[in-house]
């Protein structure tokens, strides 16, 4: 089964408002990415976090962790149209190089 | 650098045909991964490789699938005989510097279709 499963599975919101999207695990994780792929292309790495940060940035991306809840979010900021795509978040277990990737969240920001 | 490289972009072929796909990882990377997207099972890892060893190919579905690297900057993934079931896009990815766990370089894919 997976081990990070995105909540909710599809998001339509307006250009300009904030985007959140989570990923729940079952295990211990050693970090956690998150992706981003256009329709069409391949994954796109966005931000990497490990298990003991809470929370990076980058531009309008903000991740926290919570390893408590076994839990991650991806907040996109200000959104714009260009932001349409799917987002993956893969998980690290302890133990384990490969990251798992997740079922995504589809994302559509309406101009 | 062009990032991960991959070939054909597009594959159409019929049923019991052999398909070939290639893959160039980015330059300095040591670890490569074949990766199957569809819309029923999502992404899924089918083999990947470390220094140019098979490292895990659990993920392979059934021995119709192989895949080799022969060397540093070239892999392949073959299908045959390929299944209308095949049908998928299949991504090749690359990550290095700090094992395989850190940031994955994907490329463009291959849009697979077998009729």
């Known amino acids: 089964s997976q081990q990070g499963e995105e909540d909710p599975q599809a998001l339509s919101i307006q250009e300009g408002e904030n985007a959140t999207m989570n990923c729940s695990y079952k295990t211990s994780i050693n970090n956690l990415q998150w992706y981003r792929q256009n329709s069409g292309r391949g994954l796109v790495h966005l931000i990497l976090i490990r298990s003991n940060e809470r929370e990076k940035h980058s531009g309008r991306l903000r991740v926290t962790l919570d390893t408590s809840k076994k839990s991650s979010s991806l907040l996109i900021t200000a959104s714009r149209a260009a932001d349409t795509a799917s987002y993956f978040c893969a998980t690290l277990r302890g133990g384990s190089y490969i990251p798992t990737f997740g079922r995504g969240t589809s994302l559509i920001v309406h101009p | 650098d062009a990032g991960v490289i991959q070939s054909p972009r597009h594959e159409v072929t019929e049923m019991g045909q052999e398909v070939t796909l290639r893959c160039k990882p980015i330059s300095g990377h040591d670890y490569l991964f074949w990766y199957r997207q569809t819309m029923m099972r999502g992404l899924e890892l089918l083999i990947y490789?470390?220094?140019?060893?098979?490292?895990?190919d659990s993920g392979m579905p059934e021995d119709r699938f192989s895949a080799k690297m022969p060397n540093a900057s070239f892999s392949t993934l073959k299908i045959q005989p390929s299944e209308p079931r095949d049908s998928a896009v299949y991504f090749c990815?690359?990550?290095?510097?700090?094992?395989?766990?850190?940031?994955?370089?994907f490329g463009p894919g291959t849009r697979l279709l077998v009729l």
């Open positions: 490789f470390n220094n140019n060893v098979p490292i895990d």
């Open positions: 990815a690359s990550s290095g510097g700090q094992g395989g766990g850190e940031t994955q370089y």
